[in-house]
Antibody, heavy 120, light 110 residues
Framework: EVQLVESGGGLVQPGGSLRLSCAASGFSFSSHWMTWVRQAPGEGLEWVAN????????YYVDSVKGRFTISRDNAKNSLYLQMNSLRAEDTAIYYC?????????????WGQGTLVTVSS | QSVLTQPPSVSAAPGQKVTISCSGGSSNIGNNYVSWYQQLPGTAPKLLIY???KRPSGIPDRFSGSKSGTSATLGITGLQTGDEADYYC???????????FGGGTKLTVL
């Protein structure tokens, strides 16, 4: 059974940092693009970043470029999101998601999400 | 302002059919596959349609997808109260080098 379990969310002050993790199981992690998607309270989905199977390609939404870094450890079946210089507008539930395998950035499995709150 | 445009809400009676539109441009829908997601209240999104019109295993054939030019449509027939949810379209935008989602459509089954 495919499982994605996020962790690392919490309350952080503006300007602070946080590292999210996503533990994957039940599939060949190294064979799939992986993605982070966030959802601010009461708002829609916003794609944040994705990473190729071997980590050689990474893409980010403009609003997080230079502040967030996506990475993966295929030996540990884990996906990460390092978030620096956090702002109030980064407050959201952060989901990790798996690409279907076609590399067309369509997401067939999602984690339950981890809440990040940026507030003083 | 989302790159993909969806109606904020749609509604229909149980048993009826509803369609949800998703409008984009040549850099996104026009040249890439569209996927659709259902998000029930308080839960993570769930893939309903991929590659414009394919259903993952376990998704009933009441759900269908289509694409024409720079627009896509999700259709739901035989509406059930359990279909009340937010629905999102998504695709890759080749100009932005980013995944883009629609703003979401809230479905109410009256």
């Amino acid at each position: 059974e495919v499982q994605l379990v996020e962790s690392g969310g919490g309350l952080v002050q503006p300007g602070g940092s946080l590292r999210l993790s996503c533990a994957a199981s039940g599939f060949s992690f190294s064979s799939h693009w992986m993605t982070w998607v966030r959802q601010a309270p009461g708002e829609g989905l916003e794609w944040v970043a994705n990473i190729k199977q071997d980590g050689s390609a990474k893409y980010y939404v403009d609003s997080v470029k230079g502040r967030f870094t996506i990475s993966r450890d295929n030996a540990k079946n884990s996906l990460y999101l390092q978030m620096n210089s956090l702002r109030a507008e980064d407050t959201a539930i952060y989901y990790c998601a798996r690409d279907t395998g076609s590399a067309w950035q369509q997401f067939d499995y999602w984690g339950q999400g981890t809440l990040v709150t940026v507030s003083s | 302002q989302s790159v993909l445009t969806q109606p904020p809400s749609v509604s229909a009676a149980p048993g009826q059919k509803v369609t949800i539109s998703c409008s984009g441009g040549s850099s996104n829908i026009g040249n890439n596959y569209v996927s659709w997601y259902q998000q029930l209240p308080g839960t993570a999104p769930k893939l309903l349609i991929y590659n414009n019109n394919k259903r993952p295993s376990g998704i009933p054939d009441r759900f269908s997808g289509s694409k024409s030019g720079t627009s896509a449509t999700l259709g739901i027939t035989g509406l059930q109260t359990g279909d009340e949810a937010d629905y999102y379209c998504g695709t890759w935008d080749s100009s932005l080098s980013a995944v883009v989602f629609g703003g979401g459509t809230k479905l109410t089954v009256l």
